[in-house]
C-alpha cells in the first residue's frame, strides 16, 4: 500500500507540473518506468477511477466549484448546532474535547499507545486512548522518534506505549469507513477557539472543499480567517479531521502539514469515491 502511493505520488506530481498540456496516459506511466497497462491497473486499484478522470479533479476550476457547492451545505449544517454529534460528516467521527483540568495536566492518568501503519497515503503514525484516537500523522519525512517526542510534549503528562496490536485494529478501520460504521471517537486537547475550527471541519462532507473565510464565518468569527488557518494548521488528527479540506477561497491548495502533493491525493481521492461521474 505504501509502495503504491510513493509511484501514485510521484504521478501526482507529473500531472501537476504538466497540468495545461493534459499528459496522456503513456506520458504518465514513462514518468514512472511502468508500462501503460501496468500503470492503469495500479492507478484504478488506487483510485478507483481512470487517471484521466482523476486528473480532473486536480484542477483549479474543480475546486472553485466544490467551493461553491459547500456553502449551503454548511449553512445547513449550522443551523443544526455546530455541537451536534448527529450532525458530523456521515457520522463516521465523533470529537470529544479533554476537560479543561486535563487540559492542565496535559493527559495525567492516561496511557497513550501507538503505531505506525501503512495507508493509502503513505505510512501513519496512530496514537489512541481507552477514550479514543488522539493523534493521527503522516511520516512524511519524519521519524518515528521525532513523532514520539512531539506526542509526548504535547501530552506530557500521559505516559506512551508501544501497541500495535491495538493501534491496527483501528489504523484497519480509518480509510474504509461505510455508512453504518460505529463511529470513531476522537479524543483532542485544544483551545476553545481550536476545538471549535476542528469541529467546523467535521462539517465538511467528503468531496466537498471549504475556505478558511466560510470556517470563521460558519462559526461565529468572521474576521478570524488567519486564526482559522492557524489552527487548521495544527489538527492533531490528520484525515479523520480533514484539514485537507479546507483551501484559498481562489481554489489554490494553500499549504498542508504532511505535503501538497498528499493534500491533492487526498482531495482528489475523495471525490473520486463521492462525486458520480458526469453523465
Known amino acids: 500500500m505504501n509502495a503504491d502511493y510513493a509511484r501514485i505520488a510521484t504521478a501526482i506530481r507529473f500531472i501537476v507540473q504538466n497540468l495545461e498540456n493534459q499528459p496522456t496516459l503513456e506520458q504518465i506511466a514513462g514518468e514512472l518506468g511502468l508500462s501503460p497497462c501496468h500503470f ?127 493501534t491496527g485494529a483501528i489504523a484497519e478501520q480509518i480509510f474504509s469507513r461505510v455508512p453504518g460504521d460505529e463511529p470513531l471517537i476522537l479524543l483532542v486537547k485544544g483551545t476553545n477557539f481550536q476545538i471549535s475550527v476542528w469541529k ?32 487548521v494548521a495544527t489538527n492533531p488528527v490528520g484525515y479523520l479531521i480533514p484539514c485537507h479540506r479546507v483551501i484559498r477561497s481562489v481554489g489554490i491548495l494553500g499549504g498542508y502539514r504532511w505535503g501538497e502533493t498528499r493534500k491533492r491525493a487526498l482531495i482528489a481521492w475523495e471525490a473520486a469515491h463521492c462525486i458520480s461521474p458526469s453523465p
Open 40 to 166: 492503469q491497473r495500479l492507478f484504478r486499484r488506487w483510485a478507483g477511477v481512470s487517471p484521466k478522470r482523476f486528473l480532473q479533479f486536480l484542477t483549479v476550476e474543480h475546486a472553485k466549484q466544490r467551493l461553491a457547492c459547500s456553502q449551503s451545505v454548511l449553512d445547513t449544517s449550522y443551523e443544526l448546532g455546530l455541537s451536534s454529534p448527529a450532525r458530523l460528516y456521515d457520522h463516521f467521527v465523533a470529537l470529544e474535547a479533554v476537560t479543561p483540568g486535563e487540559y492542565k495536566n496535559r493527559g495525567v492518568g492516561l496511557t497513550l499507545y501507538y503505531g505506525v501503519h501503512p495507508s493509502p497515503f503513505g505510512p501513519i503514525f496512530l496514537a489512541v486512548t481507552d477514550r479514543g484516537v488522539c493523534a493521527l500523522t503522516f511520516l512524511a519525512g519524519q521519524s518515528l522518534e521525532a513523532e514520539l517526542a512531539a506526542l509526548q510534549r504535547f501530552w506530557s503528562g500521559a505516559r506512551l506505549a508501544a501497541d500495535k496490536a491495538i
Open 200 to 231: 467546523a471541519l467535521l462539517k465538511i462532507p467528503p468531496g466537498l472543499l471549504c475556505s478558511y473565510a466560510q470556517i470563521a464565518r460558519a462559526i461565529g468569527r468572521p474576521s478570524a480567517a488567519r486564526a482559522v488557518a492557524q489552527a
